[in-house]
């Protein structure tokens, strides 16, 4: 990422509330944020406290031990690992006096750098303004900064004299425009359904490869980096399985352990593909030590997002990079395979378990057909499976497995 100045160098700051909680695997997440997002990690603080101070989110005592590091380490700020109340990033600005930054605003930086649609400029523009609406105080003239360093990039890169006047009326318009883009959404998804190809989404936590597998499946060539969130728009492609069938596969944003509250607003209309979807392919990395974490944190916002009901592969990405085996199990989803995307180990598996379970929701149909439905067989291969067909004097004999949304014409048909 080029920087207009000098690289942030910044320290991390984290609250352990309990021993079961993971606050050293989350700082470890951070310091690759602050670097996705263009700053130096130069040091980490805990404090183990029972709960977070309201005030100024750490105790007095660690304010004074982080003012020392500020200055031992020549940092020019810090960043919390989680996100601060209004009253504790002006607090902790006016104790320390250097810039304070949260996790939340840190990810809304990278989601600005790497948005590259209208679409999805518009939801960060809306996700950043919600963020900042409620912290005019503590930024002050400076809201919409400009600048190299994280958490400076305004909304849009626009230097904007902010107000809640202006911000309200800005926000106002994006969500009319939002309003549009989901109609629009809508309408593709529309059209999907009546030409009754199945749709698959994937799902992961941040690098676990989804745009890897997006591309070994389908060659979309998406940026594939091993970074996180280094795609952020959605792409939607079509695949065909072994048996013929026709298959859209949409690849949705990364998730995050604390995935700011305002980016899951925002991005809605984007991350419903995922309950829009017939089948959800979610991909985890199997050489992360964190998998299991990462695949909990991918469950709670797909429950949040009210995706509950739709049957499950859960692909365990990365195999070529795993240093021991591991038994892969997981007890929410319906198949499980272990592939590597990169090198496409175990890619045609993928598809059989991709067909096997879009099988589980077709009926099976068995007729026959006069020569003048021979059109039908087109549909059968586009929507479903086609098992035998045979051409006889009175007429073309056919088993297949097919969608129930068009079972029932396709049972008219026959004779």
Same mark, same amino acid.
């Given at each position: 990422?080029?920087? #207009?100045q000098?690289? *942030?160098r910044v320290?991390?700051?984290g ?7 993971d606050t050293w ?5 951070l ?6 997002a263009?700053?130096?990690t130069v040091?980490?603080l805990?404090?183990?406290? *029972? @709960?977070?101070? %309201?005030g100024?989110?750490?105790g ?5 031990e982080?003012k #020392?590091l500020l200055?031992e380490?020549?940092?020019t700020g810090?960043?919390c #690992? ?9 607090n &902790? ?7 304070v930054?949260?996790?939340?605003l840190v990810i809304l930086?990278?989601f600005a750098?790497?948005a ?5 400029k518009l ?5 950043? &303004?919600?963020y900042?609406?409620t912290?005019?105080t503590g +930024?002050?003239?400076?809201? /919409?900064?400009?600048?190299?360093g994280?958490?400076?990039r305004? =909304?849009?890169?626009?230097?904007? *004299? ?7 009326s800005?926000i106002? !318009?994006?969500n009319r425009e939002?309003? #549009?883009?989901?109609r629009h $959404?809508?309408?593709? $998804?529309?059209?999907? /359904?009546?030409?009754?190809v %199945?749709?698959?989404?994937i799902v ?5 490869g989804?745009?890897?597998?997006m ?7 998406i ?5 996180l969130f280094?795609?952020?728009? =959605?792409?939607?492609r079509e ?5 013929? @069938?026709?298959v859209?596969l949409?690849d949705?944003?990364?998730?995050i352990?604390k ?7 925002a991005? !809605?209309?984007?991350?419903e593909e995922a309950?829009?979807?017939?089948l959800?392919?979610h991909?985890?990395?199997? /050489?992360? =030590? @964190? ?5 909990y944190?991918?469950y709670?916002?797909?429950?949040e997002l009210?995706v509950?009901d739709k049957p499950?592969?859960?692909?365990f990405n990365? @195999?070529d990079?795993?240093?021991e085996?591991?038994i892969?199990r997981?007890?929410?989803?319906d +198949?499980t395979?272990g592939? /590597?995307a990169?090198t ?5 598996e993928?598809?059989?378990?991709v067909?096997?379970?879009l ?5 099976y149909l ?5 020569y003048?439905?021979a ?5 059968? $291969?586009e929507?479903?499976e086609?098992?035998?067909?045979a +051409?006889? *004097? ?5 088993r297949?497995y ?7 014409k396709?049972k008219?048909m026959?004779?």
């Amino acid at each position: 990422m080029n920087l #207009d100045q000098e690289t *942030e160098r910044v320290i991390l700051v984290g609250v352990s509330t309990s021993d079961e909680d993971d606050t050293w695997r989350s700082l470890k997440e951070l310091k690759e944020l602050a670097e996705t997002a263009g700053a130096g990690t130069v040091g980490t603080l805990v404090q183990n406290r *029972e @709960q977070v101070h %309201p005030g100024t989110y750490i105790g007095k005592g660690k304010i004074e031990e982080l003012k #020392d590091l500020l200055w031992e380490l020549d940092a020019t700020g810090i960043i919390c #690992d989680d996100e601060l109340t209004p009253a504790q990033m002006k607090n &902790l600005q006016d104790e320390l006096d250097t810039k304070v930054m949260d996790r939340t605003l840190v990810i809304l930086d990278i989601f600005a750098a790497r948005a590259s649609t209208s679409e999805g400029k518009l939801q960060v523009e809306l996700a950043q &303004l919600k963020y900042r609406q409620t912290r005019l105080t503590g +930024y002050g003239t400076a809201m /919409s900064r400009l600048g190299g360093g994280i958490g400076t990039r305004g =909304p849009g890169e626009k230097k904007l *004299e902010v107000d809640r006047r202006l911000i309200k009326s800005r926000i106002a !318009r994006l969500n009319r425009e939002l309003k #549009d883009v989901k109609r629009h $959404r809508e309408v593709t $998804r529309e059209l999907r /359904s009546r030409n009754h190809v %199945p749709v698959a989404a994937i799902v992961g936590y941040t690098n676990a490869g989804k745009s890897t597998l997006m591309n070994a499946l389908t060659g979309a060539g998406i940026l594939a980096e091993d970074k996180l969130f280094a795609t952020l728009d =959605p792409t939607t492609r079509e695949v065909k399985l072994p048996s013929g @069938q026709r298959v859209l596969l949409t690849d949705t944003v990364g998730f995050i352990r604390k995935l700011p509250h305002h980016l899951i607003e925002a991005f !809605r209309s984007t991350l419903e593909e995922a309950r829009y979807a017939d089948l959800i392919l979610h991909v985890a990395d199997i /050489s992360n =030590p @964190q998998m299991e974490e990462q695949m909990y944190v991918v469950y709670e916002t797909l429950r949040e997002l009210g995706v509950t009901d739709k049957p499950v592969i859960s692909v365990f990405n990365k @195999q070529d990079k795993a240093k021991e085996e591991r038994i892969i199990r997981d007890f929410h989803a319906d +198949y499980t395979v272990g592939i /590597s995307a990169k090198t496409g180990g175990n890619i045609p598996e993928l598809l059989k378990t991709v067909e096997a379970a879009l099988r589980e929701q077709k009926v099976y149909l068995e007729g026959i057909y006069p020569y003048r439905e021979a059109g039908m067989l087109q549909m059968i $291969r586009e929507c479903g499976e086609l098992e035998e067909e045979a +051409y006889r *004097e009175d007429g073309i004999f056919v088993r297949a497995y097919v969608p129930v949304r068009i079972y029932e014409k396709l049972k008219k048909m026959s004779t």
